[in-house]
């Protein structure tokens, strides 16, 4: 299962993004053809509506969506 995440902020290759459920640390972000392209470093924010910060390993900088695996 994967879930949209909204990004909020990028810099370098950390971004920090908002999603409605399944934020963990260290859960896998992939993009839309399902490649992992990064992870969850720090889960931050109220438990009720978090963010994460998360690191993207790739060298694409033009990313449009983000998923998080379950």
Request: aromatic share 6%; glycine share 6%.
């Amino acid at each position: 299962m994967k879930s949209e995440c909204t990004i909020i902020h990028t810099f370098n290759n950390e971004i920090l993004l908002k999603a409605d459920n399944c934020i963990g640390l260290h859960n896998k972000l992939v993009n839309e053809h399902d490649a992992v392209i990064g992870k969850i470093t720090k889960v931050l924010g109220p438990t009720r509506d978090p963010y994460a910060l998360a690191y993207i390993s790739g060298k694409d900088s033009d990313i449009q969506k983000i998923y998080i695996k379950c």
